[in-house]
């Protein structure tokens, strides 16, 4: 039972446009989402979060948006640059800290 | 500030042995996570630890196990290897009730042939 889905596997976008990756989930008791970025043979890294109380949040390049009513929620990337290459996984999590991740996007910006 | 780090980096031991894979926290943060992450999925929950006892548990059979010390660095050991068991091994730390976000160390690769 997947919890957390990221629909797309991969995304293909050129430099300077705008990255959007998508994450739905299923149950309505998470309090708290994340999104991380992993380059190969490393670990995820943070980028940006959102509390489920809140319906955007902004950090430089990288804006969340999550709609509770849809289930869903999207991180934007503007412009996309080349270094944002990597695999995107959103997590949520519930009021134990554990963590649900979807199976990832993998990003692909091309100049 | 320290981030979070893991021993070893790589690992490859036979069906049937034990393993144990460490890390230590980042600096200021009482709470340790392990993942699980086969290839081409996303992470999955093992366990969790908070002042040196489990706080929480996934779907992961009991010879999965885990201790956390005093100085907040904490212990994956997994008994009776499977091939099923080949995985990226990811730890993060976080702090209980100051925020909600855990940082990942670079992981552990572990081979079972």
């Known amino acids: 039972d997947q919890q957390v889905k990221q629909n797309s596997p991969s995304l293909s976008v050129q430099e300077g446009r705008i990255s959007i990756l998508n994450c739905d989930y299923t149950n309505s008791m998470f309090d708290y989402f994340l999104w991380y970025k992993k380059y190969p043979a490393e670990g995820p890294t943070f980028l940006i979060s959102i509390s489920s109380i809140k319906d955007k949040n902004e950090d430089g390049r990288f804006t969340v948006f999550l709609n509770k009513s849809a289930k869903h929620l999207s991180l934007h990337i503007v412009p996309s640059q080349p270094g944002d290459s990597a695999v995107y996984f959103c997590a949520a999590k519930l009021d134990t800290d554990k963590l649900i991740f979807g199976t990832g996007t993998r990003l692909q910006v091309f100049p | 500030e320290t981030g979070v780090t893991q021993s070893p980096t790589h690992l490859i031991k036979t069906r049937g042995q034990q393993v144990t894979l460490r890390c230590s926290s980042q600096s200021g943060h009482n709470t340790v996570s392990w993942y699980q992450q086969a290839l081409g999925q996303g992470p999955q929950f093992i366990f969790q630890?908070?002042?040196?006892?489990?706080?929480g548990r996934g779907n992961f059979p009991p010879r999965f196990s885990g201790l956390q010390f005093p100085n907040y660095s904490s212990e994956l050991n997994v008994n009776a290897l499977e091939l099923d068991d080949s995985a990226l091994y990811l730890c993060?730390?976080?702090?209980?009730?100051?925020?909600?976000?855990?940082?990942f160390g670079p992981g552990t690769r572990l081979t079972v042939l």
């Open positions: 993060a730390s976080s702090s209980i009730g100051i925020s909600d976000t855990q940082y």
């Open positions: 630890y908070y002042r040196e006892e489990e706080n």
